[in-house]
């Protein structure tokens, strides 16, 4: 699909956000409406009472094909602080299970009057296609699909970016590790490239690198010192070991010793860059502990993050949101 059209079935007539599928041909203008009203829901978690109304009376739900514990929870908090119902969908004894095909059960949920999917599946494309089958006033927000997109992990990392460093212009950000199976990585460069950014890096081994990478808007390095040399932000990615059909690596062990973030290779970096990563970490793998929870570390902030981020994705697509008066 391309951008503009992945932007035509994520926005209404009036530009406002109905899906969120991915970063992908979405306007600088919205990324930041979005990080503006995760922003007003912050402060939400550390109120006494943890909810707002913005969807009481809603449906949420959560229809995760792939194993998630930390995205799946964060999605699940951020609709019961909408003070949505949330019904979680347990694929492995759903009736998916026994042959009824994607759209069946999709369908089935509609009828039971939901307002609202939250979708993670192995098939890249997965949200796209419910989306386009869905009810009118029905949401579908993309939890990752595939080695697609997964637009909500981007913007709880954007807008981690610019509350530790402000504005994106004049930023210099590494992406460091397996771009090639990650969506993570390509939402990323979607969302840093629009905000403006001034130089985004991805730092691999060449089999950890789609072909033709710099079409995507970044600067390949294939040595991580010099990749991370005077970079304000460090991502480090999860090796999708997973998703590897064949070997890609020598071995985790040669992997930490050539891609492996150090106190000493961070200090190639600027003195005040921060470290990021989506989870869940591999220690001794694709990042040193000392660095996980050292003072540069803000992946639990991300966490955190990704609640009010899914607070405002979730509340912009039902028009219930601060945004509801304002088009992209």
């Not at 005077?230 to 985790?252: H, K, N, T, W, Y």
């Given at each position: 699909m391309s951008a503009t059209a992945a932007a035509d079935i994520q926005l209404d007539a009036s530009g406002r956000l109905r899906h969120f599928l991915t970063v992908e041909g979405l306007s600088r203008e919205l990324l930041v409406r979005i990080m503006d009203t995760a922003e007003s829901f912050a402060g939400v978690t550390a109120q006494n009472v943890k909810k707002v109304p913005l969807l009481r009376g809603k449906t949420v739900v959560n229809l995760f094909?792939?194993?998630?514990?930390?995205?799946?929870?964060?999605?699940?908090?951020a609709a019961k602080r909408l003070s949505a119902d949330v019904l979680n969908i347990n694929i492995a004894t759903s009736a998916t299970s026994k042959g009824e095909s994607l759209l069946d059960t999709?369908?089935?949920?509609?009828?039971?009057?939901?307002d609202m999917f939250v979708v993670r599946h192995a098939q890249s494309g997965a949200a796209h296609f419910i989306a386009r089958h869905v009810a009118p006033h029905i949401?579908?927000?993309?939890?990752?699909?595939?080695?697609?997109?997964?637009?909500?992990?981007a913007m709880?990392?954007?807008?981690?970016?610019?509350?530790?460093?402000?504005e994106f212009a004049?930023?210099?950000?590494?992406?460091?590790?397996?771009?090639?199976?990650?969506?993570?990585?390509?939402?990323?460069?979607?969302?840093?490239?629009?905000?403006?950014?001034?130089?985004?890096?991805?730092?691999a081994p060449k089999t950890l690198l789609p072909a033709h990478v710099e079409a995507?808007?970044?600067?390949?390095?294939?040595?991580?010192?010099?990749?991370?040399?005077?970079?304000d932000v460090v991502i480090m990615l999860?090796?999708?070991?997973?998703?590897?059909?064949?070997?890609?690596?020598?071995?985790?062990?040669?992997?930490?010793?050539r891609f492996g973030l150090t106190e000493r290779r961070l200090e190639k970096a600027r003195p005040d860059a921060i470290?990021?990563?989506?989870?869940?970490?591999?220690?001794?793998?694709?990042?040193?502990?000392?660095?996980?929870?050292?003072?540069?570390?803000?992946?639990?902030?991300?966490?955190?993050?990704?609640i009010a981020v899914r607070m405002a994705v979730m509340s912009m697509a039902m028009h219930a949101g601060p945004d509801r008066e304002v088009a992209a």
């Amino acid at each position: 699909m391309s951008a503009t059209a992945a932007a035509d079935i994520q926005l209404d007539a009036s530009g406002r956000l109905r899906h969120f599928l991915t970063v992908e041909g979405l306007s600088r203008e919205l990324l930041v409406r979005i990080m503006d009203t995760a922003e007003s829901f912050a402060g939400v978690t550390a109120q006494n009472v943890k909810k707002v109304p913005l969807l009481r009376g809603k449906t949420v739900v959560n229809l995760f094909f792939e194993n998630s514990t930390r995205t799946r929870t964060t999605f699940e908090l951020a609709a019961k602080r909408l003070s949505a119902d949330v019904l979680n969908i347990n694929i492995a004894t759903s009736a998916t299970s026994k042959g009824e095909s994607l759209l069946d059960t999709v369908r089935n949920l509609e009828a039971m009057h939901v307002d609202m999917f939250v979708v993670r599946h192995a098939q890249s494309g997965a949200a796209h296609f419910i989306a386009r089958h869905v009810a009118p006033h029905i949401s579908v927000l993309n939890a990752g699909d595939g080695r697609h997109a997964h637009p909500t992990q981007a913007m709880l990392d954007v807008f981690t970016i610019r509350r530790c460093k402000g504005e994106f212009a004049g930023l210099k950000v590494a992406i460091v590790g397996d771009i090639l199976h990650s969506r993570v990585a390509r939402s990323e460069i979607w969302a840093l490239n629009t905000l403006g950014v001034d130089e985004v890096r991805v730092v691999a081994p060449k089999t950890l690198l789609p072909a033709h990478v710099e079409a995507l808007g970044v600067v390949p390095y294939h040595d991580l010192s010099e990749g991370l040399r005077d970079v304000d932000v460090v991502i480090m990615l999860r090796l999708q070991l997973e998703r590897m059909g064949s070997a890609f690596i020598p071995s985790e062990h040669e992997y930490f010793q050539r891609f492996g973030l150090t106190e000493r290779r961070l200090e190639k970096a600027r003195p005040d860059a921060i470290v990021m990563h989506p989870g869940p970490i591999n220690r001794g793998i694709e990042i040193d502990s000392a660095i996980a929870d050292g003072p540069r570390s803000v992946i639990l902030p991300q966490v955190t993050n990704g609640i009010a981020v899914r607070m405002a994705v979730m509340s912009m697509a039902m028009h219930a949101g601060p945004d509801r008066e304002v088009a992209a």
